[in-house]
């Protein structure tokens, strides 16, 4: 019994070192993997180098997620088997049949399904097909870059410029006196639209309400005597974007409020010229022109809780 077990000994630190031999020559002589047993990722990068270096570098290249390409065949995982036989014809632009998402010869309904193969799944993205954006045939690779470490649109500093490069007005518009942060990197785009969400404005919430009271809270209520603006859109009176005008609003009051409040109600006072008062009296009849402002009087616009008195009940004063 004993004799046997030293026997295997033997034999096993026999194939050791022989394998650690041929490895010292193999690294002497420079000798390569035999033809036909590299990775996919690896004869990929004879050629594609620094395609290759920043495709390792990013979360398509990691191992580590099991739903990367690095996990899943690497590049033929997305480019399809004609990367095979593309490397197999010695190369060369549309030799082999290789499927390039990037190209613009590709429509965009094919690119944008090779990578809703692994991200279709995600909530975010399950209604892509009924989004603005497909069905204007944008494609993922008219915003994504995914040879990079850096996805441009993935930064909240580098992201706006990239939505810019189509939506020149709200270009424009981001640049004006009173806007959101955008520029400044603390909002970003994606923090109210969803680009691959499929209500026609592309909010990250079902309406443009529940997506400004994600940051607007105070504004949500409820409140005894509710403004139904407010509850409705709040792009009926302000810009998000960017304006000239203070608290983001649309147009100047009164002027903003005369766009709905443009007619006499029972019990109140007229709808007024905004100028400067020429009477000497204390009437209400020129008392909202004063400052050229509704808010001077009705300053919780947003909704009210005044139970004063019926005089003040229904006017969202304080």
């Not at 899943?72 to 997305?78: E, L």
């Not at 190209?103 to 692994?118: E, F, G, M, Q, V």
């Not at 785009?189 to 309406?207: E, L």
């Not at 792009?235 to 983001?248: E, K, S, V, W």
Request: proline share 6%; aromatic share 4%.
């Amino acid at each position: 019994m004993e004799g046997r077990l030293r026997g295997r000994s033997l034999t096993v630190f026999s194939l050791l070192a022989g394998a650690l031999l041929t490895l010292s020559s193999a690294q002497q002589i420079g000798a390569q993997p035999a033809p036909g047993r590299e990775s996919p990722e690896e004869v990929c990068k004879a050629c594609h180098l620094s395609s290759f270096n920043t495709y390792a570098n990013s979360r398509h290249g990691t191992n580590v997620d099991l739903r990367a390409p690095a996990s899943r065949g690497g590049c033929i995982a997305c480019h399809g088997a004609g990367a095979i036989e593309h490397a197999k014809k010695g190369g060369g632009r549309g030799v082999g049949g290789i499927v390039n998402p990037g190209a613009k010869t590709l429509a965009p309904d094919a690119r944008n399904s090779i990578c809703l193969t692994c991200h279709q799944s995600d909530p975010a993205r399950m209604h892509w097909q009924a989004s603005v954006h497909a069905g204007r045939d944008v494609a993922c690779t008219s915003c994504h870059k995914v040879h990079t470490a850096h996805d441009e649109v993935r930064d909240k500093l580098t992201q706006p410029q990239v939505c810019f490069a189509c939506h020149k007005e709200q270009r424009v518009q981001i640049n004006k006196p009173y806007r959101h942060p955008i520029l400044e990197g603390k909002v970003s785009c994606a923090d109210c639209h969803n680009v691959h969400g499929n209500n026609p404005k592309q909010m990250v919430r079902g309406s443009v309400v529940e997506t400004c009271y994600q940051c607007h809270m105070e504004k949500r209520g409820p409140f005894i005597h509710n403004h139904q603006p407010v509850t409705e859109d709040c792009t009926i009176c302000h810009q998000p974007h960017g304006t000239t005008i203070a608290n983001l609003l649309k147009s100047r009051p009164p002027f903003l409020c005369q766009d709905c409040h443009a007619s006499i109600a029972v019990g109140s006072h007229p709808v007024q010229f905004a100028g400067p008062r020429t009477d000497r009296g204390g009437g209400s009849t020129t008392l909202g022109t004063t400052g050229r402002g509704c808010l001077n009087c009705h300053t919780n616009i947003h909704g009210s809780n005044s139970r004063q008195d019926s005089q003040t009940t229904g006017r969202f004063r304080r």
